[in-house]
């Protein structure tokens, strides 16, 4: 008799961490609670994310865990756009502390994080998007923002922390991603690009929108098939396409005034602008070395370190839980 096959291994999990978009909620979340650390410094941010995040490892079980940071010094794009997130309200001093802590913490537990020079955590996502298509792992980006839907792909997901906690946010496939948007993966990023971003300050194509975006979009394929169409037979295709739609399906005719405000002096130029400030760098030097057991970022990490640094916040059943879920291997081991 045969003997039976041996169950495939788990693919290799990386867990990617937009820590900003975390400490922020968490600062407004949990400021109530006026925790302070063991050296009596603010921390009530650093531990929710910790703690978010510690509950996020309980449930996937990764190989490795990597933390996006904020460049705070400079902005690559703030120097192309000055207006870039013009108009945030100015941040907590007790935020601004625990946010130019939170890398120190996490190395310290053993933990990889990333700065990227004069780039934001979103490009830390992008790039652990690629480097685990790359190198044939699965990744799930944890963030409370949509930058990082452009990433969503058959690899990858993304875990949005909403109000709820872990087990009321949302965790986003392709195919889920469409359910809410009626958007394919690959054209997130162009569909954000045609709505704008108010939270940092871009605005949009003038009348194009969370609801004609995706029709657009949808019908035509790609930004680039509707810029060649103008081009080439100035519009004819995507006004006979979408007026095809709307007839379908019951609705007013849209094609001509899509068509008018995609050829409006500046519309084209908006949208190209955005697509490049919103696009993610691909391409940073993560340090991740699977390979070399014990380097930052990978799982499991040392029991006494995991005690001591997150013992330092002085919430013992977090303390307990980290050293449950960060010193036991990945689901990929097996056991």
């Known amino acids: 008799m045969p003997s039976p096959t041996p169950p495939s291994p788990e693919p290799r999990l990386l867990l990617t961490v937009d820590a900003p978009s975390l400490l922020h909620r968490n600062h407004h979340a949990r400021v109530d609670s006026g925790l302070r650390d063991q050296g009596g410094r603010p921390a009530w941010a650093l531990h929710g994310m910790l703690r978010q995040i510690l509950e996020v490892v309980d449930q996937f079980a990764p190989d490795a865990v990597v933390f996006g940071l904020d460049d705070r010094t400079a902005s690559v794009r703030t120097e192309t756009y000055p207006a870039y997130k013009a108009g945030r309200r100015e941040k907590d001093p007790a935020l601004v502390d625990q946010l130019e802590r939170a890398s120190a913490l996490l190395d310290a537990l053993g933990l990889l994080t990333v700065t990227p020079p004069g780039l934001e955590a979103d490009d830390v996502s992008a790039s652990a998007a690629t480097w685990a298509e790359a190198s044939g792992w699965h990744c799930v980006i944890v963030t409370s923002d949509r930058d990082s839907f452009a990433h969503i792909s058959d690899r990858t997901r993304v875990l949005r922390l909403i109000n709820g906690g872990i087990n009321g946010s949302p965790l986003l496939n392709p195919a889920r991603l469409h359910t809410l948007y009626g958007i394919a993966a690959e054209h997130y990023l162009e569909y954000a690009a045609l709505r704008g971003d108010t939270s940092d300050n871009l605005p949009g194509v003038p009348g194009i929108g969370e609801k004609s975006a995706p029709v657009l979009l949808s019908q035509m394929g790609s930004m680039r098939s509707v810029w060649a169409d103008i081009d080439h037979c100035g519009g004819a295709n995507l006004v006979a396409a979408l007026d095809s739609y709307c007839e379908e399906e019951g609705l007013r005719r849209i094609g001509p005034g899509l068509l008018k405000r995609l050829t409006a002096p500046g519309a084209r130029e908006r949208f190209e602008f955005n697509l490049a400030l919103m696009s993610g760098r691909t391409d940073l030097d993560l340090g991740l070395t699977p390979d070399q057991p014990g380097t930052p970022g990978l799982l499991p990490l040392d029991p006494d370190r995991v005690s ?24 990929s081991v097996g056991g």
């Open 308 to 331: 001591q640094v997150v013992g330092y916040l002085g919430v013992p059943a977090t303390t307990d839980l980290a050293l449950r879920v960060l010193t036991e291997p990945p689901a």
